[in-house]
C-alpha cells in the first residue's frame, strides 16, 4: 500500500496537547487522537475518499465524524493560531513583488478599451 504519513513525536508533543480529549460514546472508549489526526493529515493530502482510508488510522467514519466535529468547533483554526504564535518567523526571505500588468494597450490620447488611463499615459499628458 501507500507509506503512512504522520507527525513525528517532537510534532505531536506540540500538536497533542492542542487537540480537545475526546469522550467515549456510550460504552465504547475513545480512541486516542494521534491516528485520527494522522488520518486527517492523509486525507487532505491525496484528496482519496473517507472510505478509501486505511484501516491504520482508524475506521474511516469515525475518522471522518472526529474531523467535522472539530472542523465545526474551530479546532482547526485554534491549531493554526496558536502553532503560528509558537514559530518564530525568518523574515530574511521576505519578498515585495511590484510586478505590474497593464490592463489593455495604451495610445497617446489614452487608454485604448475600456476608457481607463494608466499611470504612464497619465504621466506622458502631464509631460506634453
Do not use: H
Amino acid at each position: 500500500m501507500g507509506e503512512r504519513i504522520g507527525v513525528s513525536d517532537d510534532e505531536w508533543a506540540l500538536i497533542g496537547p492542542l487537540l480537545p480529549s475526546e469522550r467515549g460514546r456510550g460504552c465504547r472508549p475513545a480512541g486516542d487522537n494521534r491516528p485520527y489526526f494522522e488520518g486527517m493529515m492523509r486525507m487532505a493530502r491525496s484528496g482519496a475518499q473517507w472510505r478509501l482510508l486505511p484501516d491504520e488510522y482508524g475506521k474511516w467514519n469515525s475518522v471522518f465524524r472526529r474531523y467535522r466535529r472539530w472542523v465545526e468547533t474551530g479546532v482547526f483554526d485554534a491549531l493554526l493560531e496558536t502553532l503560528a504564535e509558537t514559530v518564530t518567523r525568518d523574515t530574511s526571505a521576505d519578498m515585495i513583488d511590484s510586478t505590474q500588468a497593464d490592463c489593455c494597450l495604451c495610445t497617446p490620447s489614452g487608454c485604448a478599451g475600456w476608457g481607463i488611463a494608466s499611470s504612464a499615459t497619465l504621466a506622458l499628458k502631464s509631460a506634453l
